[in-house]
């Protein structure tokens, strides 16, 4: 079955830095990969999503991520972070497109510091 | 606007009782899920339907019951047989296979 690891719990970083945050996934077949972000006490919102066209995939609020099959991962990254970045990110991983079997990793909480 | 709409948002549960929570959609999306969140834990599947009059258990169903009588609702019962339901739940739809899943903003339940 499909699963996703996301490294580090928690990531801190300075207003204006590069934000990175981790994913790295397992899937016997091509996968779907998305991030989502989700700030306090909200649902879920897609940042962006990998479904085997472009391996760098651009999202909203100047986000993006490069789906790398030799190393199994797919990270977020945006240059520059801003103070309303400050959430929680969850990457997902499904087969197919089948959003029945959307594995979730167990979150990145992104602290952005002034 | 467009969108899923669950309530309440915060709900308070004794030992023994059965709560409900509710889910509505206005997207016309077939697909509709039910996902639990817990710290640390990320989400995890409990129930999810396809179609009306249709639904199938998710990773975590024991102690939840779902229905599906319209397209526009999929409530979801939080039984006595959960020992730990205190969580944050939520709702989520999509057109169906391969589609981006659309959340609700989630309902807090605290068994006291």
């Known amino acids: 079955a499909q699963s996703v690891t996301q490294l580090g719990s928690h990531v801190s970083v300075s207003e204006g830095a590069l934000v990175l945050l981790r994913c790295n996934y397992s899937?016997?077949?091509?996968?779907?990969l998305f991030w989502y972000v989700q700030y306090p006490n909200k649902g879920l919102q897609l940042l962006l999503k990998?479904?085997?066209?472009?391996?760098l995939v651009k999202g909203i609020n100047g986000f993006e991520a490069e789906f790398k099959k030799s190393e199994t991962s797919f990270h977020l990254t945006k240059p520059s972070a801003h103070m309303s970045d400050a959430a929680e990110y969850f990457c997902?991983?499904?087969?197919?497109?089948?959003?029945?079997?959307?594995?979730f990793g167990a979150g990145t909480r992104l602290t952005v510091k002034p | 606007d467009g969108g899923i709409t669950q309530s309440p948002k915060y709900l308070f549960r004794k030992e023994g009782q059965n709560v409900t929570l509710s889910c509505e959609q206005n997207?016309?999306?077939?697909?509709m899920y039910w996902y639990r969140q817990d710290p640390g834990q990320g989400l995890r599947l409990i129930y999810y339907?396809?179609?009306?009059?249709?639904?199938q258990k998710g990773d975590i169903a024991e102690g939840y019951s779902v229905s599906r009588e319209k397209k526009e609702s999929f409530p979801l019962t939080v039984t006595s047989a959960q020992k730990n339901p205190t969580a944050f739940y939520l709702c989520?739809?999509?057109?169906?296979?391969?589609?981006?899943?659309?959340f609700g903003e989630g309902s807090w339940l605290t068994v006291v």
């Open positions: 997902a991983v499904s087969v197919g497109g089948n959003n029945n079997d959307m594995r």
């Open positions: 899937s016997s077949v091509p996968p779907y």
């Open positions: 990998y479904t085997s066209a472009a391996t």
């Open positions: 997207l016309n999306h077939d697909a």
């Open positions: 339907s396809q179609i009306v009059n249709d639904f």
């Open positions: 989520a739809s999509n057109e169906g296979r391969g589609n981006t899943i659309y």
